[in-house]
């Protein structure tokens, strides 16, 4: 084990080692050499020792090998410093633990080192309860959102039950409000639930999914849902050994969801959908445009925000409870990705980005 010492004594012995150095210099790199020049006893006379050691050409000398020596001392006392500074650097990094392959000898590095780790534990430990606190709400509340779904739908089919029945007109009309309302309800908590599952490490719902078979089952789901209620265009081109590592159920959703908003916010005079499949920078990317009103600034800054319903400059529809988007959004980044709003071609356009397996 290293002996260790503080900044300030290093700097000390860094001193004391060019002072030594730099006296050994001079005996055995000046004074040595000199005394070994012969003087000619005719030239005895005329001899001025002023004359040999304290010249112009003797103090260039001496403070060429004083440079030399503290150029190198601070050169090595830096290049300590560097060191440890890089294994403190790579040690704030990261949460984990991580072997350092430089031991460390400074106290002042030591002491940070320390203190780091105690940050890093404790950081640890807040996101762990931060998660499990997140984990256990959205569990009350999907546990919730299912008990609810229950008698909800007992009472939407008894609105339609009676709406048979009923020979009064405003009954009828009564039992329509109450059975809309239902499936409204019943809409909310179901988005409710599919939001709550993106706080679920699912890890056996995830596999590796070759990137051409999951554009075909993505293709297969939408294609049903915006036949005949829109111009569609679906662009992709086939790639070969190109993978993503997903949970497949929760990104069929969130692409379904994406779907579903264009179909609701497209122009109802000439509908026009696109759904475009590319990969850039290694990442695969669903862009789906539709030909509706832009994204205003607002939705632009807070579309991923649960609850966020912001949206003034388009559509809003009454099934709408800002939860879709920050399902989407949390897909998204549950799979190291990212969900990108943008404003294209007098359209709005929304890009699910997927990272692909190395």
Request: aromatic fraction near 12%.
């Given at each position: 084990?290293?002996?260790t010492?503080?900044?300030?004594?290093?700097v000390?012995e860094?001193y004391?080692?060019?002072?030594?150095?730099?006296?050994?210099?001079l005996?055995?790199?000046y004074?040595?050499?000199?005394?070994?020049?012969?003087v000619?006893?005719?030239?005895i006379?005329?001899f001025?020792?002023?004359?040999?050691?304290f010249?112009?050409?003797?103090?260039i000398?001496?403070c060429?090998i004083?440079?030399?020596?503290?150029?190198?001392?601070i050169?090595?006392?830096l290049?300590?410093?560097?060191?440890?500074m890089?294994?403190?650097?790579k040690?704030?990094?990261?949460?984990?633990s991580?072997?350092d392959d430089v031991?460390?000898?400074?106290t002042e590095?030591?002491?940070t080192?320390?203190?780091i780790?105690?940050m890093?534990?404790r950081?640890?430990t807040?996101?762990?309860?931060?998660?499990?606190q997140?984990?256990?709400?959205?569990?009350?509340?999907?546990a919730?959102?299912?008990?609810?779904?229950?008698p909800?739908?007992?009472?939407?089919?008894?609105?339609?039950f009676l709406?048979?029945?009923?020979?009064n007109?405003?009954?009828?009309?009564?039992?329509?409000?109450?059975?809309q309302?239902?499936q409204?309800?019943?809409?909310?908590?179901?988005?409710?639930?599919?939001?709550s599952?993106?706080?679920?490490?699912?890890?056996k719902?995830?596999?590796?999914?070759?990137?051409?078979?999951?554009?075909?089952l993505?293709?297969?789901?939408?294609v049903?849902i915006?036949?005949?209620?829109?111009?569609?265009?679906f662009?992709?081109?086939?790639v070969?050994?190109?993978f993503?590592r997903?949970?497949?159920?929760?990104?069929v959703r969130?692409?379904?969801?994406?779907v579903?908003?264009?179909?609701?916010?497209?122009?109802?005079l000439?509908p026009?959908i696109?759904?475009?499949?590319?990969?850039?920078?290694?990442m695969?990317?669903?862009?789906?445009w539709?030909?509706?009103s832009?994204?205003?600034?607002d939705?632009?800054?807070n579309?991923?925000?649960?609850?966020y319903?912001?949206?003034?400059?388009?559509?809003?529809?009454?099934?709408?409870?800002?939860i879709?988007?920050?399902f989407?959004n949390?897909?998204?980044?549950?799979?190291?990705?990212?969900?990108?709003?943008?404003?294209?071609?007098?359209?709005a356009?929304?890009i699910f980005?997927?990272?692909?397996k190395d």
């Amino acid at each position: 084990m290293a002996r260790t010492k503080s900044f300030k004594r290093l700097v000390r012995e860094t001193y004391i080692k060019i002072g030594k150095q730099f006296f050994l210099s001079l005996l055995f790199l000046y004074f040595f050499p000199l005394s070994t020049v012969s003087v000619r006893a005719s030239d005895i006379r005329n001899f001025n020792v002023f004359s040999i050691f304290f010249n112009i050409s003797s103090w260039i000398y001496i403070c060429f090998i004083l440079v030399i020596i503290i150029t190198l001392n601070i050169g090595e006392l830096l290049q300590v410093v560097k060191q440890e500074m890089e294994v403190i650097h790579k040690k704030s990094m990261w949460l984990d633990s991580h072997s350092d392959d430089v031991e460390l000898t400074l106290t002042e590095f030591i002491e940070t080192r320390v203190r780091i780790e105690k940050m890093q534990v404790r950081i640890k430990t807040l996101l762990e309860e931060e998660r499990l606190q997140k984990q256990d709400l959205m569990f009350k509340v999907s546990a919730a959102a299912h008990d609810l779904k229950t008698p909800l739908t007992v009472i939407q089919g008894n609105a339609e039950f009676l709406q048979l029945t009923s020979r009064n007109e405003q009954e009828k009309q009564c039992l329509a409000d109450i059975e809309q309302a239902s499936q409204q309800l019943n809409s909310y908590f179901s988005q409710l639930i599919d939001y709550s599952k993106t706080f679920y490490d699912e890890r056996k719902e995830w596999q590796v999914y070759p990137v051409n078979d999951l554009v075909d089952l993505v293709q297969q789901e939408i294609v049903p849902i915006i036949r005949g209620k829109a111009s569609f265009d679906f662009d992709f081109q086939p790639v070969q050994d190109r993978f993503v590592r997903i949970n497949t159920k929760l990104v069929v959703r969130a692409l379904m969801n994406i779907v579903s908003n264009a179909l609701e916010y497209m122009n109802k005079l000439n509908p026009k959908i696109k759904f475009q499949v590319d990969i850039k920078n290694e990442m695969l990317l669903f862009s789906i445009w539709n030909n509706g009103s832009e994204f205003s600034d607002d939705v632009l800054q807070n579309f991923g925000k649960l609850f966020y319903r912001g949206d003034s400059s388009r559509q809003i529809v009454s099934n709408h409870f800002g939860i879709g988007l920050a399902f989407v959004n949390r897909v998204a980044k549950k799979h190291q990705g990212r969900l990108t709003l943008e404003n294209d071609d007098r359209g709005a356009k929304v890009i699910f980005a997927l990272p692909l397996k190395d």
